[in-house]
């Protein structure tokens, strides 16, 4: 595998499927040479069930989520984007019966600043969605009985009934402080049929500060999120707190610092 971008497993675990080159590809586990399966952006996760890899394409001129026939390569658009309410599909993961597949739509109307989540029940054999009633943040995965989110940076699990499409019971909190963004609704996440779970914690920000030689701290810059230094001098891009839509870009020579403001767009 070569540039390799964001996999999903096949049904039976013996092969994955992911992006690479411009293409939806997959490949055996046991090795031997990729198979593409059709053209295809490196956007979001493929899931696998079947002959059946859906996934999600969202700079194209078409966006939403694509259904790709394994043995024929042909690709289809199965769930658009809802251009009124600027709702993009995204997150496609099949349910256990291989035909009805969780998909979160990311919201952003007009008239509200702040981004919403809604999670939604589809079927590749078409029909209207079932809407989830959740508050949620990020993709949603079923496993072992359960389905698993974000919220609030917290990954929680939730019995659930896939058939009757209802929770059974009340969520649970697994792991805190886990890495997510809540404008994608990605989550760093991963859990197998059998209730085995992966994850990727969540990383605090580091505090840029200027200090003396004898190790007093003189100045508080911010945030740190980027250094560039030519071997003389440093140039950082810090934040000054994290809340503010300000960043400052500073160059450090010798015992001074010049900034610059920069207004976030």
Request: aromatic share 10%; net charge positive.
């Amino acid at each position: 595998m070569q540039n390799a971008f964001s996999v999903g497993w096949s049904d039976d675990s013996r092969a994955i499927a992911y992006f690479a080159e411009g293409k939806l590809k997959t490949v055996g586990v046991d090795g031997g040479p990729p198979r593409i399966i059709c053209d295809a952006r490196s956007e979001g996760t493929p899931t696998w069930r079947g002959d059946n890899i859906l996934y999600t394409q969202y700079s194209v001129d078409k966006p939403g989520i694509y259904r790709a026939n394994v043995p024929s390569g042909k690709a289809e658009l199965i769930v658009g984007a809802e251009r009124a309410r600027f709702g993009l599909p995204f997150w496609p993961q099949f349910l256990p019966d291989g035909k009805r597949f969780l998909y979160l739509v990311i919201q952003q109307p007009v008239e509200k600043p702040e981004i919403g989540h809604e999670l939604r029940i589809g079927s590749i054999d078409g029909g209207s969605p079932k809407k989830v009633p959740l508050a949620i943040d990020s993709r949603a995965v079923y496993a072992d009985g359960n389905l698993l989110f974000v919220r609030d940076g917290t990954l929680l699990a939730q019995p659930f009934d896939p058939d009757r499409m209802q929770f059974t019971g009340e969520a649970k909190p697994l792991v805190n402080d886990i890495h997510y963004f809540r404008s994608t609704g990605n989550a760093a996440f991963s859990v197998s049929q059998n209730g085995m779970l992966a994850w990727r914690a969540a990383h605090g920000y580091s505090r840029l500060v200027w200090m003396d030689r004898a190790g007093v701290e003189l100045k508080s810059i911010g945030r740190a999120s980027s250094i560039r230094t030519d071997g003389c001098r440093r140039m950082v891009i810090a934040t000054p707190s994290e809340s503010s839509t300000r960043s400052r870009v500073c160059r450090t020579s010798g015992s001074s610092i010049l900034t610059a403001t920069v207004r976030s767009a």
